[in-house]
């Protein structure tokens, strides 16, 4: 397989990948609504740093190992399993808001942009569907005599588009008029996504066993 045709799978399978629903979709349309376009694009970059664990270990070949060991797999299940409890718990104690200023200004004053990172970054990272994903869309494309400088390419293009379809998602759900529209009924959406987040995790880790 040359180069621009796996670079052209590696595209068009990410780009359906990133859109399909998810963790990673969930928490990015929720910062947006909830807390402005900056916690958006922030949650946005720490999900598209995430892929670099997953690109890192797949280009290296322990995606097989991680999917064929048990306890490799259990270990990240019950990772990422409590994760999303957390953020489901998180979730689900929302409560209402007194003004989508006051809610915006106080949202910049206590979450710092290393926390905003951080979420996204723990919530792809800790994905427990993630190595069977990388498995199969790197056991296409890679060979091994693949150069280095490919490897390179395909992962920082990955990153690079899951940076643009989340980047998109927080412009989008910060229009003015769709934000001002959904604010009042906030905390029903952090409930929402909170309940969405804990029986996700909650089957994660009844998985485990």
């Not at 979709?25 to 909830?34: H, N």
């Not at 299940?77 to 989508?100: F, H, M, Q, S």
Request: one cysteine or more; hydrophobic letters at 50%; a positive charge.
């Amino acid at each position: 397989m040359d180069f621009w045709q796996g670079f052209t799978i590696v595209t068009c399978v990410h780009l359906l990948a990133a859109a399909s629903p998810g963790p990673d979709f969930a928490l990015v349309t929720r910062q947006s609504l909830l807390y402005g376009r900056r916690a958006g694009i922030l949650t946005s970059l720490g999900i598209s740093l995430g892929l670099s664990i997953h690109i890192l270990y797949s280009t290296a070949g322990l995606a097989a190992v991680v999917v064929h060991s048990t306890r490799g797999m259990a270990l990240i299940k019950l990772a990422g399993g409590a994760y999303l409890v957390y953020l489901g718990i998180t979730g689900l104690r929302a409560k209402p808001r007194r003004g989508i200023e006051t809610s915006t200004a106080s949202t910049q004053e206590n979450a710092s942009p290393y926390r905003q990172i951080a979420s996204g970054f723990l919530c792809n990272a800790l994905n427990p569907k993630a190595p069977i994903y990388f498995l199969s869309l790197f056991t296409v494309v890679l060979s091994a005599d693949m150069p280095l400088l490919t490897l390179v390419v395909y992962g920082g293009w990955i990153m690079l588009l899951q940076m643009f379809w989340f980047t998109s998602m927080a412009l989008f759900f910060t229009n003015a008029a769709i934000r001002c529209r959904v604010f009042i009924i906030g905390h029903w959406i952090d409930r929402a996504f909170g309940a969405a987040m804990l029986l996700l995790g909650l089957r994660v880790l009844h998985s485990c066993f």
